[in-house]
T-cell receptor, first 116, second 110 residues
Framework: DTEVTQTPKHLVMGMTNKKSLKCEQHMGHRAMYWYKQKAKKPPELMFVYSYEKLSINESVPSRFSPECPNSSLLNLHLHALQPEDSALYLC???????????????FGSGTQLSVL | KQEVTQIPAALSVPEGENLVLNCSFTDSAIYNLQWFRQDPGKGLTSLLLIQSSQREQTSGRLNASLDKSSGRSTLYIAASQPGDSATYLCAVQGAQKLVFGQGTRLTINP
């Protein structure tokens, strides 16, 4: 199994809603990532989890709250989002987030989020 | 701060042509360089990964080269097909994170 599975595929939410994005992988990877991608732009790193611990937070607003319940699961909790937060949210995983030179990233197909 | 640039931003060619996509980066202290493919509204698929000590990698009709000293990489696609139409992104892995270029939007015309 070389898949990273993200749910839901699409999400529409109001600015007062609370919702969660989910990501799952069963490749035994110990590093998991959240990226945000606006239309026609490259992905931007939001968070990195390494061995279930948050290792990088790219100064993301607190209305985005990541959670890693176990080594296979990664959640992104959303609360009080703004319309400008509408984007494709991508989850990725890799064997390790160390400085190994052959760390290939595996991406999920993303959640297309619209904030009204 | 690492910056990654891809030229051209968009490319349209007839089916069957060989083509080259370019990627340049400003900081040569990288661990690896990866080429990804992205279809509209979808996730990224890793195509090739070149470690910093390597010069090139090949997979089927794809060949990627890396010249770390000059901060350049190319992705060569042989005998292009309509199914190759997608956005191609290069990304360089540094000590902290992967930095992406803006991508090249490729269209292969039947």
């Amino acid at each position: 199994d070389t898949e990273v599975t993200q749910t839901p595929k699409h999400l529409v939410m109001g600015m007062t809603n609370k919702k969660s994005l989910k990501c799952e992988q069963h490749m035994g990877h110990r590093a998991m990532y959240w990226y945000k991608q606006k239309a026609k732009k490259p992905p931007e790193l939001m968070f990195v989890y390494s061995y279930e611990k948050l290792s990088i937070n790219e100064s993301v607003p607190s209305r985005f709250s990541p959670e890693c319940p176990n080594s296979s699961l990664l959640n992104l909790h959303l609360h009080a989002l703004q319309p400008e937060d509408s984007a494709l949210y991508l989850c990725a995983s890799s064997q390790d987030d160390s400085s190994a030179t052959n760390e290939k990233l595996f991406f999920g197909s993303g959640t297309q989020l619209s904030v009204l | 701060k690492q910056e990654v640039t891809q030229i051209p931003a968009a490319l349209s060619v007839p089916e069957g042509e060989n083509l080259v996509l370019n990627c340049s980066f400003t900081d040569s202290a990288i661990y690896n360089l990866q080429w990804f493919r992205q279809d509209p509204g979808k996730g990224l698929t890793s195509l090739l990964l070149i470690q910093s000590s390597q010069r090139e990698q090949t997979s089927g009709r794809l060949n990627a080269s890396l010249d770390k000293s000059s901060g350049r990489s190319t992705l060569y696609i042989a005998a292009s097909q309509p199914g190759d139409s997608a956005t191609y992104l290069c990304a360089v892995q540094g000590a902290q994170k992967l930095v992406f270029g803006q991508g090249t939007r490729l269209t292969i015309n039947p």
